[in-house]
C-alpha cells in the first residue's frame, strides 16, 4: 500500500533540517518526510464448523494495516520562517526594522521528522459463535498492536529552563516513534425475533495502553526525551462495558374490535449503557523556568497516602494530599494514573401501534433517555495548581447528548 507524501506547489514549506538545526524549502533537494513503498500487509483468515452441523463455527483472522497520514502533519510547515514569521514584541520597536525578533526570543516553528513512517497496526483475532435457544452466542479475543503511531511533542524542550537549540523557541515536531497494544475478551448473545422478543447483548473486558491515544492534539507528554515513561492506559481504556438493547412485543390480544384498539400493539424497548470510567494525568499546567518549559509536568507522588478521598464524589474525588509540587525536574506522577468516574444511561420507550384500517396505522411513542436520571460525571479537575483539583466541576456530556440529565418525549406518527 503506497501513502506519498505531500508537496506544495510552490515549495513554501519551511522544512527542519535536524543535522544542521536550520530551516530549508521544501523542494530544494529536501522533501517533507520519505516517501514509503515497503507498505506490505498481508491477511489471513479462517472458518471452521467442528460439527457440521451449522450451529457452531470456529473463526480466526490477522492482518497487516496501514494508515494514510493526514495532510495536516505537513500544512505547519508553511507557518514557518520565512513564509510566516510571529514576533512579539515586549520593548519598544525599531521602526527600521519593525518585524525583528526581539533579543533573546526565538521563533516557534513546525517540524516533522524525516524518517517520519506510516502507521501501522497488526490486528487479529479468534472467535467461537453458537446458536442455540433462537440466539446467536459468541466468545471473541481480539487484540492489536499498533506501530509507527503519530506523535507530536517539543523537540527544543527545555533543560533546567534552557532551551538547548539557539534561535528557536518550542519546536512543534511530528514524529512516528509511538505505540499502542490492546487485549479484549467480548461476549455477545444476539436473540432474532421470536415469541415477541429480539434483543442483543454484549459485554467487553479489555486493556487499552498506549505511549500517546490523541495523535494530532498534544498529548500532555511530560519528558519527550523520555517517552518509554508514558506508556500507560490510553486515554479512552474503559476496563469494563456492558450494553443491551432490545424489544418486547408484549402479547396482550383482545376480541374486540375497540378492545383490540386499546390493548393490542404495545411494545417495549430498552437501551442499556454501563461502562468503567476513563484514565486521566495529575498535571500542573505552568511553565517553570527552571525546568521544561512546557505545560504539561505531573507532580510526585506522596509515598503512602491514598490516591482517592473515602467515598468520591463530586466536590472531592481526588485526594490532593497525595501529590506535591517538586521544585525542579520532572515529578514521579506516572501518565493516566487516576480513573475518572464510570458511565451509566438506561433509556426505555413505549410505543403503541393501533391499526385503523389495513393500510393505515397509528404509532404513538413515549421516550425516556436516561430513564433514571443518574449524574455522569465528567473528570475531575487534574491541575495540581488549581484551587478545584480533584474535583467534578462538569458532567460527561452536554445537555442533549448521550448520558446528559433525564429527558421525556412523546411522538405521534401516521403510516401509511
Known amino acids: 500500500e503506497y501513502n506519498g507524501a505531500p508537496s506544495e506547489i510552490f515549495n513554501r514549506l519551511g522544512v527542519y533540517n535536524f543535522a544542521q538545526n536550520k530551516l530549508t524549502p521544501v523542494g530544494s533537494g529536501v522533501d517533507a518526510y520519505a516517501s514509503r513503498y515497503t507498505n506490505f500487509g498481508p491477511r489471513v483468515g479462517f472458518a471452521y464448523d467442528p460439527t457440521g452441523k451449522g450451529k457452531t463455527v470456529v473463526r480466526g483472522g490477522v492482518g497487516f494495516y496501514f494508515d494514510q497520514p493526514v495532510t495536516n502533519i505537513v500544512t505547519g510547515l508553511g507557518s514557518n520562517p520565512p ?8 520593548s519598544n520597536i525599531n ?17 516533522i521528522d524525516p524518517n517520519f513512517r506510516n502507521a501501522a497496526v497488526l490486528a487479529y483475532n479468534v472467535n467461537v459463535q453458537h446458536e442455540a435457544f433462537g440466539t446467536v452466542f459468541q466468545a471473541t479475543y481480539a487484540g492489536s498492536e499498533g506501530h509507527h503511531l503519530r506523535i507530536n511533542g517539543d523537540y527544543n524542550q527545555g533543560i533546567n529552563g534552557v532551551r538547548p537549540i539557539t534561535g528557536f523557541s518550542s519546536i512543534n515536531v511530528q514524529q512516528s516513534i509511538s505505540n499502542s497494544n490492546y487485549n479484549g475478551l467480548w461476549l455477545s448473545a444476539n436473540k432474532r425475533l421470536a415469541k415477541g422478543l429480539t434483543f442483543s447483548a454484549s459485554y467487553t473486558f479489555s486493556k487499552s495502553i498506549d505511549n500517546n491515544s490523541v495523535g494530532s492534539s498534544n498529548p500532555q507528554v511530560q519528558d519527550y526525551r523520555n517517552l518509554s515513561a508514558e506508556r500507560a492506559l490510553s486515554d479512552f481504556d474503559a476496563r469494563n462495558r456492558f450494553v443491551m438493547s432490545g424489544t418486547y412485543l ?7 374490535a375497540f378492545e383490540k384498539r386499546v390493548v393490542e400493539g404495545w ?3 430498552p437501551i442499556v449503557n454501563l461502562q468503567s470510567g476513563s484514565p486521566f494525568s495529575p498535571i500542573i499546567s505552568v511553565t517553570d523556568s527552571k525546568g521544561s518549559l512546557e505545560a504539561f509536568d505531573r507532580p510526585s507522588i506522596v509515598p503512602g497516602v491514598p490516591l482517592y478521598l473515602p467515598n468520591p464524589s463530586p466536590v472531592g474525588w481526588v485526594n490532593r ?9 520532572f515529578g514521579n506522577a506516572g501518565r493516566n494514573i487516576l480513573t475518572a468516574p464510570g458511565f451509566e444511561d438506561i433509556d426505555f420507550s413505549i410505543a ?6 389495513e393500510s393505515v396505522s397509528l404509532q404513538f411513542r413515549a421516550e425516556a433517555f436516561n430513564l433514571f436520571n443518574h449524574p455522569n460525571f465528567g473528570q475531575p479537575v487534574n491541575n495540581l495548581a488549581a484551587t478545584t483539583f480533584g474535583q467534578v466541576t462538569v458532567t460527561r456530556a452536554a445537555r442533549g447528548d448521550l448520558g446528559s440529565s433525564r429527558q421525556l418525549q412523546l411522538g405521534l406518527k401516521l403510516i401509511f
Open 83 to 90: 513564509f510566516s514569521n510571529a514576533v512579539n514584541n515586549t
Open 95 to 111: 521602526l527600521a526594522n519593525p518585524y525583528a525578533i526581539p533579543p533573546g526570543s526565538g521563533s516557534a516553528i513546525n517540524a
Open 250 to 256: 408484549l402479547p396482550f390480544r383482545a376480541q374486540g
Open 267 to 269: 411494545t417495549l424497548s
Open 321 to 329: 494530599a497525595a501529590f506535591l509540587q517538586q521544585a525542579t525536574g
Open 352 to 357: 403503541k401501534n393501533t391499526v385503523i384500517k
